[in-house]
């Protein structure tokens, strides 16, 4: 079981004289166990694992294909809910639980309609050839109903009390039709808080990004990042490298930064970005790449800011950053909304947040709070309807 140590010196002070008892503790060590996830997040390796293994089955296919042309909404939507159905399948399977909660992205009213039958086997075969691909469920042949009802699990409000898990199936759709970046985004909650979190990125090369530097894992791609509270995260590739710990860039100074956003610009305010960026006094242009495999990144230290700030009247989800967010905090970094606040995970499907989300290392946040602020109050005093 993992354990965070802390050690401490005591001193004693005199009730009368207020001062200093002339004798001191021994330093202590003390061993506070971590709750204790190690069985689920086994599960939830093996879930994003072989959802991801689906998705890039069907990314494939479809990039190869003549036919299908990028912007055809279908082959993503099979994947979605192909790695919906087999996360929920799997969790199941593995933890044998009484009180599963899933909250997750997708439902199955639009399957359940006449027009969506053929989508609706295609997705049954998927799965059930992914299931089986991996030989360690024993599966008579999945049914369609089966599949609807596996999607449908992930119905859950969530909330502040017991366990939920939280599911993105694909996260970053655009990219995922692209060619580039997604990620299978799989938390679970437990009395609001985030308390594990897994990132499979199919597309993420296991050398740091934007490296200049020869690496030997250049060409090679597919990482699996993992956090357990207390126990920081590891990455490892989709292909079952053992985990290393990774830990975000420790860089104090702005100077030497990089900073991530959303490669659509739809999903966040680049010119806001670039303002705060010229604020701090950062040099490299911004690295956009899709999904939450920007804080997988920034997790292992590629860069060492991220930051977000979608358009007006969008309400971010809970899973658009659950795993995401404990995948930094615990690798040392800290994920904060635009006004300085922790994300709340226990509000149910949906975060409420000021303005936008930002994330960077213990050093920087001071700093780049300010810049934040500075340049949210320039842009809103330029157009007041911010
Ligand atoms: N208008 C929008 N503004 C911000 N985020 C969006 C918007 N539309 C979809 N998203 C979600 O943003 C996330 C990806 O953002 P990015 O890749 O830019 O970081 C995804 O979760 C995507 O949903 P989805 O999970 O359906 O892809
Ligand atoms: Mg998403
Ligand atoms: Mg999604
Ligand atoms: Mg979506």
């Known amino acids: 079981m993992a354990s965070t140590v802390l050690s401490f010196s005591c001193q004693l002070f005199s009730s009368k004289t207020r001062k200093p008892l002339s004798f001191f503790f021994p330093r202590k060590t003390l061993y506070i166990a971590s709750m204790g996830y190690e069985k689920e997040l086994i599960a939830a390796k093996k879930a994003a694992s072989l959802a991801a293994r689906l998705c890039q089955k069907v990314q494939k296919a479809l990039l190869q294909s ?3 042309s990028k912007s055809d909404k279908s082959p993503v939507t099979v994947a979605d809910y192909g790695s919906q159905a087999l996360v929920s399948f799997v969790l199941r ?3 044998l639980t009484d009180s599963f909660s899933l909250v997750a992205e997708e439902d199955s009213a639009d399957l359940r309609t006449d027009g969506a039958q053929e989508t609706l086997e295609r997705i049954t075969k998927l799965v059930s050839d992914t299931l089986s691909s991996d030989g360690s469920y024993d599966i008579s042949p999945l049914s369609r109903e089966d599949v609807l009802t596996a999607i449908d699990s992930g119905k859950s409000e969530g909330g502040p009390n017991g366990r939920h898990w939280v599911l993105d199936p694909i996260d970053g759709t655009k990219g995922f039709l692209r060619g580039d970046q997604y990620a299978i985004a799989l938390g679970l909650l437990d009395e609001g808080k985030v308390v594990l979190g897994v990132l499979a990125c199919p ?5 740091p990004i934007g490296s200049t530097q020869q690496h030997s894992l250049q060409n090679q791609v597919g990482c699996l990042f993992s956090a357990e509270i207390g126990a920081g995260t590891h990455m490892q590739s989709l292909d079952g490298s053992s985990p290393t710990k990774v830990h975000v860039n420790s860089t104090e100074n702005p100077e030497d930064a990089s900073f991530f956003e959303s490669f659509e610009a739809a999903h966040s305010l680049h010119d806001l970005s670039s303002s705060i960026a010229m604020k701090l006094g950062v040099h490299a242009p911004p690295v956009r790449i899709d999904s939450q495999a920007k804080y997988g990144a920034l997790a292992r230290g590629d860069g060492a800011i991220y930051l977000r700030f979608p358009h007006k009247g969008y309400r971010e989800k809970i899973w658009d950053h659950a795993a995401g967010c404990i995948v930094v905090t615990e690798a040392g ?3 904060t909304d635009a006004g300085g606040n922790p994300l709340d995970f226990s509000k149910g499907r949906f ?9 960077t290392n213990q050093k920087l946040m001071p700093l780049l709070l300010k810049a934040v602020r500075d340049a949210i109050s320039e842009k809103s005093q330029a157009t007041p309807s911010l």
Do not use: H, K, S, Y
């Open 66 to 68: 003549d036919v299908q």
């Open 93 to 95: 399977r593995e933890l």
């Open 203 to 207: 597309n993420l090369p296991l050398a």
């Open 333 to 335: 970094g800290i994920v």
């Open 351 to 359: 975060l409420d947040l000021d303005t936008g989300i930002i994330v």
